[in-house]
């Protein structure tokens, strides 16, 4: 069987690159398809993801000239991990197989055709593994890799390195959408799913054009609600240190008896201050922590669409 592939790549105020994007993808489609590797139906989907340059414009152009190019346009920003589903739900049971991709491709193109392999071997899932970060910047490889460290350490189900340069088959994005809710931290949601999967490895390039999306700001973001979205280990730590200060003031009671009784004068200001401080401190954060996991049950409870889609080519089965 020759599978019909479909490639979805967010797109987010990516003018300066997407030329180049599309020169290569269809360039590189085109030996897959005289290899005999992904059948000529394959598609590739672009959605906009609410950007405030020319990339729609862009986007639409390339459709009316070149059948193999789809289109969704998103009503407004909603974020890469949205814009995502939005492209791969659009297109849902009209393909064999299904790769995200970045548009900026610093994810090696070159790691798909093992994937396809893989796929045709029987994965459900492949997974793209970036086993060379030489390209990045120290402070990029250091932060991630910290990222995937302790989300390891925190029993989210990640894989190591891998983001969501990943290849799915038409079943497990069938399962996805069952997982409704409204943050959906894919790369955490995927190995939850199930069915035979596989590793493909790589190396991370450098973005040729346009700048990167994910600013610190965004990338703690992200992290954070990668980490709340499949973790209650902080509640629990903020629990242990509560039972912890609980402990040490039983003995600290002891000890100010001891001196109350035992008639020692102390101005015993100092020590008070520093006690206030420190518990209004940590209570004020422990709240804070509680009030994070409240605040995601809010949204959750809400059940906001996760995307609006304006329009997108239409594509019969
Ligand atoms: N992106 C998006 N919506 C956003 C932010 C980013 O669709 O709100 C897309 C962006 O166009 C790119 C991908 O997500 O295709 C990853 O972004 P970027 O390459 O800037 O991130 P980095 O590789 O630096 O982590
Ligand atoms: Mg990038």
């Known amino acids: 069987m020759i599978p019909k592939l479909l490639l979805v790549l967010p797109c987010y105020n990516e003018e300066a690159i997407l030329h180049l994007t599309d020169a290569k993808l269809n360039t590189f489609y085109d030996e897959l398809i005289s290899q005999g590797l992904i059948s000529a139906e394959s598609k590739i989907c672009y959605v906009n993801d609410g950007s405030r340059d020319a990339t729609w414009n862009i986007i639409d152009r390339l459709t009316k000239s070149n059948s193999r190019i789809l289109g969704v346009k998103l009503s407004k920003n909603f974020g890469h991990q949205n814009a995502l589903l939005a492209g791969l739900f659009e297109y849902k049971g009209l393909f064999d197989c299904y790769i995200s991709i970045d548009a900026d491709l610093q994810d090696d193109i070159y790691a798909i055709p093992p994937m396809i392999e893989k796929f045709k071997e029987g994965a459900s899932i492949v997974y793209g593994v970036r086993d060379d970060r030489s390209t990045d910047t120290f402070f990029k490889k250091f932060t991630a890799e910290s990222f995937y460290k302790v989300m390891q350490w925190l029993k989210v189900p990640v894989v190591f390195n891998h983001a969501d340069f990943r290849l799915i088959d038409n079943r497990v994005l069938t399962e996805l959408e069952h997982y409704r809710e409204v943050n959906m931290f894919i790369r955490g949601i995927i190995p939850t799913i199930g069915f035979k999967n596989d590793k493909v490895f790589y190396k991370r390039l450098e973005r040729e054009a346009g700048e990167t999306k994910y600013p610190l700001k965004k990338m703690l973001t992200f992290a954070w609600n990668g980490v709340t979205s499949f973790s209650t ?76 889609v304006e329009k997108s080519t239409p594509l019969e089965a």
């Open 233 to 308: 280990m902080p509640m629990r730590f903020v629990l242990y240190f509560g039972a912890f200060s609980f402990v040490l003031s039983l003995l600290l009671a002891v000890y100010v008896l001891y001196t109350k009784f035992a008639g020692v004068t102390t101005s015993g200001w100092a020590s008070t201050l520093l006690m206030m401080a420190f518990f209004n401190g940590s209570n004020m954060m422990a709240i804070g922590l509680i009030g994070e996991y409240v605040g995601k049950i809010y949204e959750e409870v809400k059940a906001r669409p996760r995307y609006i």
